[in-house]
């Protein structure tokens, strides 16, 4: 049978206290189940799979011009893998995932950002990752635009950014509560 199917749910909460913008915390919990995948699965390119991922990241402030982030994650995956012949084995992955991110600005729109990641396969003690330093330019406020380099072995649909070693340009808007004044300036 060729059926396919994906459920997905995801439940978060974010903290950030009353007094002060320079700290947040969040935490969330992503439930995935899908039947043929078709390459986006962890364990397995095509059957059935379940995966569970619990998170915790906080952001802070440092100073004006630095921040500081880091995550920390766990994930369960289940799979089915189905032969041709008939037989299904059944896998099993626990995984620890660790991210690490700062950013610094310079004068006149110039910062730098180290973003750092880390998968540890619990099963298989597998261990990969990814790190990539970049040059930052925000010409105007929440707009930005980031040119680096991407090293590492780290490739996960879950924990991993889309393209895998070498360079890249990323362009990125942020829309906070600092951005506009009022809902009018929005409009």
């Keep these: 049978p060729n059926d396919s199917r994906r459920l997905w749910s995801l439940w978060g909460v974010a903290f950030r206290p009353t007094a002060s913008d320079r700290w947040n915390l969040l935490g969330k919990v992503e439930w995935l189940d899908t039947r043929n995948p078709q390459g986006g699965g962890v364990l397995v390119s095509q059957g059935d799979e379940a995966r569970m991922i619990v998170t915790g990241e906080t952001i802070v402030e440092a100073s004006a011009r630095t921040e500081l982030g880091a995550r920390y994650a ?97 362009l990125g808007a942020q829309v906070t509560e600092r951005s506009l004044t009022s809902a009018a300036d929005f409009w």
Excluded: C, K
């Excluded at 994930?75 to 992955?93: C, F, I, N, V």
């Excluded at 006149?108 to 099963?123: H, I, M």
């Design 74 to 170: 766990v994930r369960r995956a289940r799979a089915t893998m189905r032969y041709d012949d008939g037989l299904a084995q059944e896998l099993w992955s626990f995984s620890h995932f660790m991210g690490a991110r700062a950013r610094v600005d310079w004068q006149y729109g110039l910062g730098a950002r180290l973003d750092a990641r880390g998968l540890l396969e619990q099963t298989t003690h597998t261990w990969r990752y990814d790190l990539a330093p970049q040059a930052v330019f925000a010409p105007i406020p929440g707009i930005e635009l980031a040119a680096g380099y991407r090293f590492g072995s780290l490739r996960d649909p879950d924990f991993a950014v889309n393209g895998g070693q070498g360079f890249f340009v990323l």
